[in-house]
């Protein structure tokens, strides 16, 4: 099984920066994706940053220049770097990981609230 534990989350002003950091518990080593949604209430979850298992990388249209995802495969973590944050960025940030190998299965985490003010 994998477990996965956000942290980072917090209260920003507007243009400032947070990153947020994802540990998994298990060990990753084949996936469809392992990265980063949001979820606002009454919407629907949107892409911000995956990894695809190619190393290749997928953003949502609405970061694109702005967010950066990294991971340490070492350490089994994906972060987010988060720069000239938007009000409209405010949302429930959650890790996710679709595992293909050693444990199959669709993974996500608790959630970290991430709030822009204007």
């Known amino acids: 099984q994998v477990q996965l534990a956000e942290s980072g989350g917090g209260l920003v002003q507007a243009g400032g920066s947070l990153t947020l950091s994802c540990a998994a518990s298990?060990?990753?080593?084949?996936?469809?994706?392992f990265g980063w949604f949001r979820q606002g209430p009454g919407s629907q979850r949107e892409l911000v940053a995956v990894?695809?298992?190619?190393?290749?990388?997928a953003y949502g249209d609405s970061v694109k220049g702005r967010f950066a995802i990294s991971k340490n495969t070492d350490k089994n973590t994906v972060d987010l770097q988060m720069n000239s944050l938007k009000p409209e960025d405010t949302d429930v940030y959650y890790c996710?990981?679709?595992?293909?190998?050693?444990?199959?299965?669709?993974?996500w985490g608790q959630g970290t609230q991430v709030t822009v003010s204007s």
């Open positions: 996710a990981a679709d595992v293909l190998s050693p444990y199959p299965g669709n993974f």
């Open positions: 298990g060990r990753i080593l084949r996936f469809n994706y």
């Open positions: 990894f695809r298992n190619d190393g290749s990388t």
